[in-house]
């Protein structure tokens, strides 16, 4: 079975940059459409798609917040996905959440309001604090 872990978060000042990676193991992420989901403190249950990668490779999608900042991508070598995440925000603090599907939807799905019916795996999140 599929275990994801995330590693990479930390403190950043704003204007920073992180990069966020989730480790695959006991099954190849080559297989599986992945996701980048964020949970603000205050909002405790509710997690925000932040990057989606479908798992047919042939779509990505970036919330309208994180557009032109961050880039997700795979490495199948290595099984991992990251998050490269620039020009960071105070508003970019949060939980940072990898997660995976074996269905065949959209990344556009995967991020979506529906995310929880769409995942399969989670890992247990890496917290990401943009302050000075």
């Known amino acids: 079975q599929l275990q994801v872990v995330e590693s990479g978060g930390g403190l950043v000042q704003p204007g920073g940059s992180l990069t966020l990676s989730c480790a695959a193991s006991g099954d190849s992420f080559d297989t599986y459409g992945l996701g980048w989901y964020r949970q603000a403190p205050e909002k405790e249950g509710t997690r925000e798609g932040v990057?989606?990668?479908?798992?047919?490779?042939?779509?990505?999608y970036y919330a309208d917040s994180v557009k032109g900042r961050f880039t997700i991508s795979r490495d199948s070598a290595k099984n991992t996905v990251t998050l490269q995440m620039n020009d960071l925000r105070p508003e970019d603090t949060s939980i940072y959440f990898c997660a995976a599907s074996f269905r065949w939807a959209t990344a556009e799905d995967l991020c979506g309001a529906h995310y929880a019916y769409y995942m399969d795996y989670w890992g247990k999140g890496t917290p990401v604090t943009v302050s000075s």
């Open positions: 990057s989606c990668a479908s798992r047919s490779r042939g779509s990505t």
